[in-house]
T-cell receptor, first 110, second 110 residues
Framework: SQQGEEDPQALSIQEGENATMNCSYK?????LQWYRQNSGRGLVHLILIRSNEREKHSGRLRVTLDTSKKSSSLLITASRAADTASYFCATDNAGNMLTFGGGTRLMVKP | DVKVTQSSRYLVKRTGEKVFLECVQD?????MFWYRQDPGLGLRLIYFSYDVKMKEKGDIPEGYSVSREKKERFSLILESASTNQTSMYLC?????????FGQGTRLTVV
């Protein structure tokens, strides 16, 4: 069963705009992670937020976590054409397993 | 840099064949994973290994087996390939925090 579900499934924006992706999950977590996948390639880790954190920043990325609502959001500010990719959230429960959602396909038009 | 290497990028096999997908990591990680990725379904966990000779079933283990005889190598085995196993297969290894992915193997079963 998939733990995380991303929303929207697809997002198309202009270069320079901000992109927001959301993730909902079902059970308690140790941390939540976001990954990026360029077309037909493996995933690359972007950022991790622990269950006791509410917000985290890394460059143009901002992640929030609301454990009461079991949801997280990833904000990419000032998007670039090179940000075009699929983005996945993954939940880390006790036991070292990482469970991924269905992903959000982001297209940034130049 | 951590490197996770999958033996093939593209593979075409016939129905009924026994198929081996190999994955090697060079960072002495204890945890290794096999996922399959299908359009609209995200990444689904097939098997997880937390040490040599140790394994746990993921969400979709049917039709697959795994082997971990050495820490650096985690093999996925399709005992008798079927057309519904046509998919992208992704291997990953992880530290306590993030996971590192191979480039993926796109398997087609004809």
């Amino acid at each position: 069963s998939q733990q995380g579900e991303e929303d929207p499934q697809a997002l198309s924006i202009q270069e320079g705009e901000n992109a927001t992706m959301n993730c909902s999950y079902k059970t308690s977590i140790n941390n939540l992670q976001w990954y990026r996948q360029n077309s037909g390639r493996g995933l690359v880790h972007l950022i991790l937020i622990r269950s006791n954190e509410r917000e985290k920043h890394s460059g143009r990325l901002r992640v929030t976590l609301d454990t009461s609502k079991k949801s997280s959001s990833l904000l990419i500010t000032a998007s670039r054409a090179a940000d075009t990719a699929s983005y996945f959230c993954a939940t880390d429960n006790a036991g070292n397993m990482l469970t991924f959602g269905g992903g959000t396909r982001l297209m940034v038009k130049p | 840099d951590v490197k996770v290497t999958q033996s093939s990028r593209y593979l075409v096999k016939r129905t009924g064949e026994k198929v081996f997908l190999e994955c090697v990591q060079d960072m002495d990680h204890e945890n290794m994973f096999w996922y399959r990725q299908d359009p609209g379904l995200g990444l689904r966990l097939i098997y997880f290994s937390y040490d040599v000779k140790m394994k746990e079933k993921g969400d979709i283990p049917e039709g697959y087996s795994v082997s971990r005889e050495k820490k650096e190598r985690f093999s996925l085995i399709l005992e008798s390939a079927s057309t519904n196993q046509t998919s992208m297969y992704l291997c990953a290894s992880r530290r306590p925090r993030e996971a590192f992915f191979g480039q993926g193997t796109r398997l087609t079963v004809v």
